[in-house]
């Protein structure tokens, strides 16, 4: 029947105002014959407007009055619905809520009238009422109909208000366990010869055993089980086994109703791989021995649900101790904040911003930061060993492990968080995290939490609001109270106790935690400025401390510079105001001893570490370096300050480059590990080799001014040899050089050369005294007659020297000489002059190949430090440096006349042009790249680690440790970094003995 247009439009303007957003189909559904005693009745209008969506409330109510089975039921559902407000809300509520339980209703016609109950004692139903609920269910598919009846009734007290999110979710909890016990006893009945073998105990795990259940979740379980009756162990294991896969099937898989949910038992001991049911003995035994920290975490759910409830309880019981001993486990924290971290990089990208339980500031973030406080302070303080994650926080905020201030707002944001979750879920009964980006369901979503001006966008506001608190408290609600333990707090705070913040800190990985709670009273105590900065920085650095090898030495060093600049304004603006400023410093002064020693001496470096785009951590080129150091030079009174001022600008440079170089390998939060290792070695070798040849080009010319002024009467060259002429020198690295002149037109010869000789020991003189910057050692011994020979030659004497005398292994040094500072065209000639000397036309003969094969083998064998392992020597051990780059080297002096691309020092550039060539498989060229790469990155690592020089790995723990992250291996993996050197070295010594030795070079 079609109304009038004047009541239509009328009744049209009604629905718009009552939140209809299709009126004309609700006008529609209000005319036909369902409703049509009621169509006018302004309270049926007035409480459809009141639910998250009209349209599908009305849809919902049509649906179900068409399934009633006649007029007689029909009339009865009309006249309750209009007359009783308490089901009138609850039956509108869910049909506009849930487009599931509205398809539930309209298969269950008479499952309304669950919904007609409203006593005190209906409000929180426990276990029993939900089994009385269930105890008709003879059959999976009538258990599900029951279990949907039940779940009806939970939903209903939900969308009204009468409980609220944690009483919620514990109904669904106690309604999963109704179920478990409901689908074990359908097992049972359906096999009494195997419910008579054994004993079989349920453990809840999860949400389900933490009591805060979703809507649609997993129900994770671990069955236990014994031997009954005296019956054989081995029989009675079996029989529990059937058991147990056919309560999972009853509930898990889908029959005409639906299913119920998925029963996973993958967090069992060995998960999918281990059996089903274990004895409580094998139980024990896996957690004493092979469990990973994260499956102690996980039992701090594990709560007897079904079967056995004594034999379940004794499992718990037996486990517990074990579960509050984790927090003394080596890398716990690091272990707990890597699994997060793991969970956080397996989300699809195009999900992380939607992500309500997994991404950043999600639910997860909430119940990870819980936990980990738990499993510390829970050994001491029986108090926090809840399962249920909101009552843990309050435990925690109570005994003064969390500020009260935080513990409130993040318990504010975990309830909305999880309201949001239960609602999205709560639509169409599906396993879901993810917020959706539809404006109707977003409006549904927002009427339903009670926000009904704008929901869209108000919802929208909300939820990045809450995403934000959890992201900011997560982490500081970990740290915050240590600050607190070490300041004066405001009247009524509970503070952190002594320790309390010991255990916390031990925990953390800080190995002197006394010495770190006074370094924190330093510098976060009083009323200044300084340290109200400090109190907000302070707990998010020591978290990047605490992902350190060496998180005491990393807390020690940031005092130690804040000491230094705490007065400087810039340098607390700059970590306050800066994203990457304080991250990066953290990085820094916590991996190793170089960085933090170069920036002691310089702490205004601090600055470099504060650009957002990075910039101020890019190593400058030679030209630029060159030019600041000659500068400083030419401002100096005296040779030795101008070399003082070039050793300056040396130590403020290599920790730029020492930065970025361990920023690149640890990455950030804002910028992951750089991938390419490769680069970031090809970058130090550049910057180091760069900043030597400046500081000697700087040396030069101080020592040039002072004694000749600006003429020496001698042209003079410095050409760098080995890694320096390679632009491979590392932060350890001597400088090899060779010193050549030329004496001017018109000079004396004699009073030439003694004038470079003078020049040459001026020079070595004033970069030898003693200065607390890294050591500029320069070494000259490759020069023609070794140690033996002068110093410094003309170039004739070079050129008649080579021609008459050189040796195999002075070619073989040549290929990696390179002018590095002085006279460019001096340099250029010396070039020339050893070019044939190095790509000798021809190739060599075979005589010179076996004088290298055995020059090589004779280093092998007598320049390895005694009491090395061989296999770990980053430079001379088997696939280690020395073995790639004589491959290289040995390609070069045979190939390198014909092929142009072999013609440079540097040893990856010629690798690839061998391989581009094909002189080396690709293969073969990718495993000796890789193995040079690593032992580079392996020297360095022991320069920034330990401060000084090293070809092997450290012994000491901690400097091993540090390596190891460096190298990109997490907390107590030093051992797989050390397999991982030996494989790659390994396969690298195969390639060289093939190409060395067995002639493919």
């Known amino acids: 029947m079609t109304s009038a247009p004047g009541r239509r439009s009328s009744t049209f303007t009604r629905l718009l105002r009552h939140g209809f957003t299709d009126p004309s189909a609700a006008e529609r559904l209000l005319d036909g014959?369902?409703?049509?005693?009621?169509?006018?009745?302004?309270?049926?209008?007035?409480?459809?407007?009141?639910?998250?969506?009209?349209?599908?409330?009305?849809?919902?109510?049509?649906?179900?009055?068409?399934?009633?089975?006649?007029?007689?039921?029909?009339?009865?559902?009309?006249?309750?619905?209009?007359?009783?407000?308490?089901?009138?809300?609850?039956?509108?509520?869910?049909?506009?809520?849930?487009?599931?339980l509205a398809d539930h209703l309209a298969r269950h016609p008479k499952d309304w009238q669950a919904l007609v109950t409203y006593e005190p004692r209906d409000l929180h139903p426990g276990v029993e009422e939900f089994e009385r609920g269930l105890a008709g269910a003879t059959d999976p598919v009538a258990l599900r109909v029951a279990y949907r009846r039940c779940l009806l009734s939970i939903a209903a007290r939900d969308v009204c208000g009468t409980t609220e999110i944690a009483e919620t979710a514990a109904e669904l909890a106690d309604l999963a366990t109704a179920t478990l016990r409901a689908a074990l006893a359908l097992a049972g009945a359906a096999a009494p010869e195997d419910a008579a073998l054994c004993r079989l105990a349920v453990i809840a795990m999860g949400k389900c055993g933490g009591h805060e259940l979703n809507y649609v979740s997993d129900v994770d379980v671990v069955f236990v089980g014994e031997a009954a009756n005296g019956a054989d162990e081995g029989k009675a294991l079996r029989a529990a086994t059937r058991l147990a896969s056919h309560m999972m099937r009853i509930c898990s898989e889908t029959t005409v109703e639906g299913s119920i949910w998925p029963v996973d038992a993958n967090l069992r001991p060995e998960g999918r791989n281990g059996p089903l049911v274990r004895t409580l003995a094998s139980h024990l035994a896996y957690y004493q021995r092979w469990a990973k920290t994260w499956e102690f975490q996980a039992l701090l759910k594990a709560r007897p649900v079904a079967g056995d409830l004594a034999l379940g309880e004794e499992y718990v019981a037996a486990l517990q101790p074990l579960v509050w001993q984790a927090a003394e486990r080596e890398n716990f924290v690091a272990d707990v904040q890597k699994m997060r971290r793991r969970v956080v990089e397996n989300i699809p990208?195009?999900?992380?911003?939607?992500?309500?339980?997994?991404?950043?500031?999600?639910?997860?973030?909430?119940?990870?930061?819980?936990?980990?406080?738990?499993?510390?302070?829970?050994?001491?303080?029986?108090?926090?060993?809840?399962?249920?994650?909101?009552?843990?926080?309050?435990?925690?905020?109570?005994?003064?492990?969390?500020?009260?201030?935080?513990?409130?707002?993040?318990?504010?944001?975990?309830?909305?968080?999880?309201?949001?979750?239960?609602?999205?879920?709560?639509?169409?009964?599906?396993?879901?995290?993810?917020?959706?980006?539809?404006?109707?369901?977003?409006?549904?979503?927002?009427?339903?939490?009670?926000?009904?001006?704008?929901?869209?966008?108000?919802?929208?506001?909300?939820?990045?609001?809450?995403?934000?608190?959890?992201?900011?408290?997560?982490?500081?609600?970990?740290?915050?109270p240590l600050l607190d333990a070490?300041?004066?707090?405001?009247?009524?705070?509970?503070?952190?106790?002594?320790?309390?913040?010991?255990?916390?800190?031990?925990?953390?990985?800080?190995?002197?935690?006394?010495?770190?709670?006074?370094?924190?009273?330093?510098?976060?105590?009083?009323?200044?400025?300084?340290?109200?900065?400090?109190?907000?920085?302070?707990?998010?650095?020591?978290?990047?401390?605490?992902?350190?090898?060496?998180?005491?030495?990393?807390?020690?060093?940031?005092?130690?510079?804040?000491?230094?600049?705490?007065?400087?304004?810039?340098?607390?603006?700059?970590?306050?105001?800066?994203?990457?400023?304080?991250?990066?410093?953290?990085?820094?002064?916590?991996?190793?001893?170089?960085?933090?020693?170069?920036?002691?001496?310089?702490?205004?470096?601090?600055?470099?570490?504060?650009?957002?785009?990075?910039?101020?951590?890019?190593?400058?080129?030679?030209?630029?370096?060159?030019?600041?150091?000659?500068?400083?030079?030419?401002?100096?009174?005296?040779?030795?300050?101008?070399?003082?001022?070039?050793?300056?600008?040396?130590?403020?440079?290599?920790?730029?480059?020492?930065?970025?170089?361990?920023?690149?390998?640890?990455?950030?939060?804002?910028?992951?590990a750089?991938?390419?290792?490769?680069?970031?070695?090809?970058?130090?070798?550049?910057?180091?080799?760069?900043?030597?040849?400046?500081?000697?080009?700087?040396?030069?010319?101080?020592?040039?001014r002072e004694g000749w002024g600006?003429?020496?009467?001698?042209?003079?060259?410095?050409?760098?040899?080995?890694?320096?002429?390679?632009?491979?020198?590392?932060?350890?690295?001597?400088?090899?050089?060779?010193?050549?002149?030329?004496?001017?037109?018109?000079?004396?010869?004699?009073?030439?050369?003694?004038?470079?000789?003078?020049?040459?020991?001026?020079?070595?003189?004033?970069?030898?005294?003693?200065?607390?910057?890294?050591?500029?050692?320069?070494?000259?011994?490759?020069?023609?007659?070794?140690?033996?020979?002068?110093?410094?030659?003309?170039?004739?004497?070079?050129?008649?020297?080579?021609?008459?005398?050189?040796?195999?292994?002075?070619?073989?040094?040549?290929?990696?000489?390179?002018?590095?500072?002085?006279?460019?065209?001096?340099?250029?000639?010396?070039?020339?002059?050893?070019?044939?000397?190095?790509?000798?036309a021809g190739g060599l003969d075979e005589e010179a190949v076996r004088e290298i094969r055995r020059l090589k083998a004779r280093m092998e064998s007598e320049r390895l430090p005694r009491g090395t392992d061989p296999k770990l020597h980053a430079k001379l051990g088997p696939g280690g440096l020395s073995d790639v780059e004589w491959t290289v080297q040995l390609l070069q002096l045979r190939h390198g006349a014909e092929e142009p691309g072999l013609r440079t020092t540097r040893t990856r550039q010629a690798l690839a042009a061998a391989r581009a060539a094909g002189l080396v498989r690709e293969e073969d060229a990718a495993i000796l790249d890789e193995a040079w790469v690593l032992a580079t990155r392996v020297r360095n690592a022991v320069m920034l680690v330990r401060g000084r020089a090293g070809d092997t790995f450290p012994t000491q723990p901690r400097e091993l440790a540090a390596v190891g992250r460096y190298l990109g291996y997490g907390p107590g993996h030093a051992g797989d970094m050390l397999d991982a050197y030996r494989r790659t070295a390994r396969r690298a010594r195969g390639v060289m003995e093939e190409l060395f030795y067995g002639g493919g070079a």
Do not use: C
């Open 33 to 100: 014959p369902e409703l049509a005693a009621v169509r006018n009745d302004p309270v049926l209008l007035e409480a459809l407007g009141a639910t998250a969506d009209p349209d599908l409330a009305l849809l919902g109510l049509v649906r179900l009055l068409e399934a009633q089975p006649g007029a007689t039921a029909r009339q009865e559902l009309l006249d309750t619905l209009i007359s009783a407000k308490p089901l009138r809300d609850r039956l509108l509520g869910v049909l506009g809520a849930s487009d599931a």
């Open 349 to 480: 990208a195009a999900e992380v911003d939607r992500q309500l339980k997994l991404g950043p500031g999600g639910l997860r973030d909430v119940e990870f930061a819980v936990q980990l406080l738990q499993l510390v302070h829970g050994r001491a303080d029986t108090s926090l060993r809840s399962g249920t994650t909101l009552d843990a926080l309050k435990a925690l905020a109570a005994g003064g492990y969390v500020g009260r201030a935080d513990a409130a707002q993040l318990d504010d944001a975990y309830r909305f968080l999880r309201s949001l979750e239960h609602r999205i879920q709560l639509y169409r009964l599906r396993r879901t995290h993810l917020v959706p980006e539809d404006e109707a369901d977003l409006r549904r979503l927002g009427r339903s939490l009670g926000l009904r001006t704008d929901p869209v966008t108000t919802l929208t506001r909300e939820w990045r609001r809450h995403t934000a608190v959890v992201r900011r408290l997560h982490e500081k609600l970990f740290y915050r």
């Open 486 to 672: 070490v300041a004066q707090l405001a009247p009524g705070e509970t503070r952190l106790s002594a320790e309390a913040a010991r255990e916390r800190l031990v925990a953390l990985g800080y190995a002197d935690p006394a010495a770190a709670l006074r370094h924190l009273e330093a510098l976060a105590s009083g009323v200044t400025r300084k340290a109200a900065i400090q109190r907000t920085l302070l707990p998010v650095l020591l978290g990047w401390f605490a992902d350190s090898a060496d998180p005491d030495a990393g807390l020690l060093n940031f005092r130690k510079v804040s000491d230094a600049l705490g007065k400087t304004p810039w340098y607390l603006r700059l970590l306050r105001d800066e994203g990457a400023a304080a991250e990066n410093l953290a990085r820094v002064l916590s991996a190793g001893r170089l960085a933090p020693d170069l920036l002691m001496r310089a702490p205004e470096a601090v600055a470099l570490l504060g650009d957002g785009d990075g910039a101020g951590l890019r190593p400058r080129s030679r030209a630029h370096l060159e030019q600041e150091v000659l500068a400083a030079v030419r401002r100096a009174d005296n040779a030795a300050q101008g070399v003082t001022a070039a050793r300056g600008v040396r130590r403020r440079e290599l920790f730029r480059t020492a930065a970025a170089d361990i920023i690149g390998s640890y990455g950030t939060e804002s910028q992951p």
């Open 674 to 704: 750089e991938a390419d290792r490769g680069a970031l070695v090809d970058l130090v070798g550049d910057a180091v080799s760069d900043l030597t040849a400046a500081t000697l080009a700087g040396t030069l010319r101080a020592v040039v």
């Open 710 to 840: 600006d003429t020496l009467p001698t042209r003079f060259t410095i050409i760098g040899m080995g890694r320096f002429g390679g632009h491979e020198l590392g932060y350890g690295s001597d400088a090899d050089v060779l010193f050549v002149h030329e004496p001017r037109e018109g000079a004396d010869e004699q009073e030439a050369s003694r004038a470079a000789h003078k020049v040459v020991a001026e020079m070595r003189r004033l970069l030898q005294i003693p200065s607390a910057d890294p050591p500029l050692l320069v070494d000259a011994d490759l020069r023609p007659e070794g140690k033996s020979g002068p110093l410094v030659r003309t170039l004739k004497s070079y050129e008649a020297y080579y021609r008459r005398w050189s040796l195999v292994w002075e070619r073989h040094a040549l290929l990696r000489a390179e002018p590095v500072a002085g006279d460019e065209d001096l340099g250029r000639r010396f070039t020339e002059l050893i070019d044939p000397l190095r790509y000798p």
